[in-house]
T-cell receptor
Framework: GNSVTQMEGPVTLSEEAFLTINCTYTATGYPSLFWYVQYPGEGLQLLLKATKADDKGSNKGFEATYRKETTSFHLEKGSVQVSDSAVYFCALNPGGYQKVTFGTGTKLQVIP | NAGVTQTPKFRILKIGQSMTLQCTQDMNHNYMYWYRQDPGMGLKLIYYSVGAGITDKGEVPNGYNVSRSTTEDFPLRLELAAPSQTSVYFC????????????FGPGTRLTVT
């Protein structure tokens, strides 16, 4: 079946540090890949997505590249802010009648 | 434009009680979903709907029921609550499947004691 594996958290960084959150997936075919962010006390919201190999999704300074050869979709940001503190979920949608599979989430804490 | 709204935000149930979690979306989305989020476990799909009158089971449907009489509303019913149903419940909607994003409500935190 389909699966998404994310790095364990929590990740604690100082403000302006570089961020990488690893995500790898298992799926047949060519799934769409997503990063969702969940701020404290809120629901998930889409951060970025990529729908085919080598696509780069980007939003709010975050980027992730769809790497089919390594089945990865790592999230990066060059300089994190305190306001980026949240839980980040990697997800895939295989398409067709299959449903979205979410990773377990990675909590990011950015300290001033 | 309120998006996806859920009520209540918090609820404590006693074992064996029943309740309905409400979900409404104002984006005219055909697809709606119910997830539960347990610590360290990500999101698990409980039920989903592809349109009014059409629902289907997800990964963890036992102990729950849903209905979809209108495009806007997708209530989740818990019958005979059990401690294993203690979780945070999220409703979501999307225009279509595949590459389309899901829009989530703020969640309902349910405790069964």
């Amino acid at each position: 079946g389909n699966s998404v594996t994310q790095m364990e958290g929590p990740v604690t960084l100082s403000e302006e540090a570089f961020l990488t959150i690893n995500c790898t997936y298992t799926a047949t075919g060519y799934p769409s890949l997503f990063w969702y962010v969940q701020y404290p006390g809120e629901g998930l919201q889409l951060l970025l997505k990529a729908t085919k190999a080598d696509d780069k999704g980007s939003n709010k300074g975050f980027e992730a590249t769809y790497r089919k050869e390594t089945t990865s979709f790592h999230l990066e940001k060059g300089s994190v802010q305190v306001s980026d503190s949240a839980v980040y979920f990697c997800a895939l949608n295989p398409g067709g009648y299959q449903k979205v599979t979410f990773g377990t989430g990675t909590k990011l804490q950015v300290i001033p | 434009n309120a998006g996806v709204t859920q009520t209540p935000k918090f609820r404590i149930l006693k074992i064996g009680q029943s309740m309905t979690l409400q979900c409404t979306q104002d984006m005219n989305h055909n697809y709606m979903y119910w997830y539960r989020q347990d610590p360290g476990m990500g999101l698990k799909l409980i039920y989903y709907s592809v349109g009014a009158g059409i629902t289907d089971k997800g990964e963890v449907p036992n102990g729950y029921n849903v209905s979809r009489s209108t495009t806007e509303d997708f209530p989740l019913r818990l019958e005979l609550a059990a401690p294993s149903q203690t979780s945070v419940y999220f409703c979501a909607s999307s225009e279509r499947e595949g590459t389309y994003e899901q829009y989530f409500g703020p969640g309902t935190r349910l405790t069964v004691t």
